[in-house]
């Protein structure tokens, strides 16, 4: 007979986050990523939980290799903070890594296995370029999808549009109410010590640096401010088993299907809808926004585009306050009914990808006990939008005092479909004459300095064999620009082969990037090249 787990308590014994930025030497004092990890030990001042009791140190961080060159990170951290011996664990689920990591010392402490587990998300991201990192971050994103041009701010981007031509805004009303959604997110931010970019952008100056160029298109429909900023960061907690005032009521993440162009729609993410459901089961919170009052939402909210549709999969607010809601301080402001990103949010306070997730926890644990909420509720999304974590911490005398029997969430939205295997392009053309397809939707990527565009990401639905209909993604080069944006949804779509050529309605088909495997592969040869031709020099 199947018997039903019956978690303990866990609780938040201790927290603690360093001041998000560049700690380059220019903008925050240099340091490495081990020298950033070891800031984290400020977390035992005052804790009832001591270095000698932690018995794991789960660490999330997104790519450590590839941006700082540390591999082997969750026992070199455990080392730096004098707790070697214990258990270390490396957790990697792209952006959503530090919210990852709390769910996995969330499970080892409810589970018996350990009494008390040291939490760490960190993230190191000025070890490399601004373009360095948009390439490994593009990691995440399925490998065709990539080498067509897809990268996280394009998908951003295709999310800004799915929202514009669902609500019917023009590229007037999208700016204006992205004007807004920036002046709110930096207001927050200029009251935050601790956020990277802690300055006011009023509407007016966020027109007016369009006008100067610096707050350019980057991908239609986003402008540079609808951004994160590149950031550095780390946060760490201590959960234990002995009762606290705060404890963790609810923990879940949910995933998507890897590949965007598969996606039944963009403006609405179901790993975030799966994810709160079973944190707020967990929780035995029926309806989260009997909450309303005390409690503080930390979204995730890298592009203009994704706050306003995470407040409403969270359950917060209701579909037709999509639109308005977090432009009304009644509802989400500082005194509303759902306080909402008070500290400045990605856009304000900055992403540090892996450490944002433990970041937002941080920042909600520090509201409860300096601010009087009752509960914070957090939202972390990894990856192309598919690796979502949704906690909740609560004061336990709160908790205590509400019914809180877990349930099974159902429900639950349904994904896309991935094609299948052998459902290639090449298999699509490989009968006698054009496919007719309909275009879906697409965006374009421009230089920030002349305005050129640079190239098209385009999804069309494509009529196959048997009645099946299946997307495909496409990069088109920006020279094609005038004939990509006249397209809208519905618009037909004809695909051909021509030579060695792929072409949709008439225009090749491009590949922009090589995986980082192709890049190695030439940095070898370049090496190689240069070790032959000094072989006949002296030493030293």
């Given amino acids: 007979m199947k018997t039903a787990f019956h978690p303990r308590k866990v609780y938040v014994a201790a927290s603690y986050m360093a001041p998000v930025g560049r700690y380059n030497g220019r903008e925050r004092e240099e340091l490495s990523f081990l020298g950033l990890a070891e800031k984290s030990g400020a977390v035992f001042d005052g804790s009832p939980v001591r270095r000698k009791e932690i018995e794991a140190v789960v660490v999330g961080c997104q790519s450590p290799v590839a941006f700082s060159s540390v591999d082997n990170t969750a026992a070199k951290v455990a080392g730096v903070l004098g707790v070697s011996g214990t258990k270390s664990i490396l957790i990697d689920t792209a952006s959503s890594s530090g919210a990852t990591a709390f769910e996995v010392a969330y499970q080892m402490v409810a589970s018996g296995s350990c009494d008390h587990v040291l939490a760490i998300g960190i993230q190191k991201m000025s070890d490399v370029s601004t373009p360095e990192a948009t390439r490994i971050v593009a990691g995440v994103i399925d490998r065709d999808e990539a080498e067509f041009g897809l ?305 098209t990401v385009m999804v069309v639905s494509c009529h196959c064999e048997a009645g099946e209909r299946y997307n495909f993604l496409f990069g088109i080069g920006g020279e094609f620009y005038d004939r990509t944006a006249p397209l809208t949804p519905g618009d037909r779509v004809t695909l051909e082969r021509s030579g060695t050529d792929i072409l949709v309605n008439r225009m090749p088909v491009r590949r922009f990037y090589r995986r980082t495997l192709d890049g190695l592969v030439e940095l070898a040869e370049a090496a190689r090249r240069r070790l032959r031709g000094s072989r006949s020099e002296p030493l030293g």
């Fill in 151 to 455: 990268s996280m701010p394009a998908c951003g981007a295709l999310v800004a549009r799915a929202l514009m031509e669902r609500l019917g805004l023009s590229l007037e009303e999208w700016t204006a109410f992205s004007s807004l959604l920036t002046q709110r997110a930096h207001r927050y931010a200029a009251r935050n010590p601790d956020a990277h970019l802690n300055f006011e952008i009023e509407v007016e100056e966020y027109y007016r640096q369009i006008v100067s160029g610096k707050n350019y298109q980057y991908w239609w429909p986003l402008r540079y401010h609808d951004f994160c900023p590149m950031s550095d960061g780390v946060a760490a907690v201590i959960l234990t088993s002995r009762p606290q005032e705060v404890l963790a009521a609810g923990v879940g993440s949910a995933t998507d299907i890897p590949t965007i162009a598969d996606r039944n729609y963009f403006h609405s993410f179901p790993a975030t809808v799966r994810a709160a459901a079973e944190a707020y089961g967990m929780a035995g919170l029926k309806d989260v926004r009997s909450l309303a009052g005390g409690l503080h939402v930390n979204m995730h909210d890298p592009f203009n585009g994704f706050g306003p549709i995470n407040m409403v999969d969270l359950g917060i607010l209701p579909r037709h306050r999509l639109l308005d809601g977090l432009l009304d301080d009644e509802l989400t402001g500082e005194h509303g009914l759902f306080p909402t990103n008070l500290t400045g949010g990605l856009k304000g306070r900055g992403h540090p990808l892996g450490a944002t997730g433990m970041i937002q926890v941080v920042e909600n644990h520090r509201l409860i006990l300096e601010r009087g909420f009752r509960a914070g509720l957090s939202h972390s999304i990894g990856g192309p939008i598919n690796n979502n974590v949704v906690i909740l911490l609560e004061r336990e005398e709160h908790y205590d005092k509400r019914r809180h029997e877990p349930y099974k969430p159902w429900g639950l939205p349904s994904l896309g479909r991935t094609k299948p295997r052998d459902m290639t392009v090449e298999a699509l053309l490989a009968g006698n004459g054009p496919v007719e397809g309909d275009f879906v939707t697409a965006t374009t990527r421009f230089d920030h300095k002349s305005g050129e565009p640079l190239n």
